[in-house]
């Protein structure tokens, strides 16, 4: 059963930075977090991972609060292209990284 | 580019006649996975293979069934399909203990 709970909808202005919510209050210590989107019709696309530190990379940043009972996904300069359906998952590595899907926050980026 | 190879992208079928959807990877990542995502849901885990050990999850209906005859390629069988198996199906890989990736997805269309 998905572990996180997310808004169900935002909207942000182009070109402002778009901060996507999660909350994971279960979440155990060996458990990551992990962001993906999923543009219309398309596969989940990787965003970004972290455990328990702030991890930045090209696309986005992701700042998990000191207890890791909650996160939030930055989008720096939100494009209409961010326009997608983001989903927060907690996962522990094992054989696989099962991900059990919430049902995501759908955000769009209004010209 | 590597990646995540799913065929066909879009599948009609009958009523109660089998059919078999397809997934390759050219990332020699051990760990493939199948989802089932209906219209306006989250990706729902089915299964997954850790090379060749398959791990059912306790919720996937016994009408789906998967083979992984070797690392590249893993097929989803749908042995009776019915109305509610019409969905698109992702298929993901990943390294243990790493990120998934995930293929385009086949949509299935029941008639």
């Known amino acids: 059963d998905a572990k996180t709970t997310q808004p169900p909808s935002m909207d942000c202005a182009e070109g402002r930075a778009a901060n996507l919510p999660c909350n994971h209050s279960t979440i155990s210590g060996n458990e990551y977090v992990y962001w993906y989107r999923q543009i219309h019709s398309q596969g989940p696309q990787y965003i970004i991972h972290?455990?328990?530190n702030n991890e930045t990379n090209e696309m986005a940043s992701l700042i998990i609060t000191e207890d890791r009972k909650s996160s939030t996904l930055i989008l720096p300069h939100a494009t209409l292209r961010d326009t997608a359906v983001y989903y927060c998952i907690v996962t522990f590595p094992n054989t696989g990284n099962q991900f059990y899907f919430g049902t995501g926050t759908s955000l769009t980026v209004i010209p | 580019d590597a990646m995540v190879i799913q065929n066909p992208r879009y599948q009609v079928t009958q009523f109660g006649k089998p059919v078999t959807l397809s997934c390759s990877q050219t990332?020699?990542?051990?760990?493939m996975y199948w989802y089932q995502q209906k219209s306006s849901q989250a990706p729902k885990l089915l299964f997954h293979y850790y090379d060749k050990d398959f791990n059912n999850e306790a919720d996937t209906p016994d009408n789906f069934q998967s083979r992984r005859p070797n690392t590249s390629f893993c097929f989803l069988d749908i042995r009776s399909p019915g109305l509610g198996d019409a969905a698109m199906y992702l298929c993901?890989?990943?390294?243990?203990?790493?990120?998934?990736?995930f293929g385009p997805g086949t949509r299935l269309t029941v008639l």
């Open positions: 990332l020699n990542h051990n760990v």
């Open positions: 993901a890989t990943s390294r243990v203990l790493n990120t998934q990736y």
């Open positions: 972290g455990l328990k």
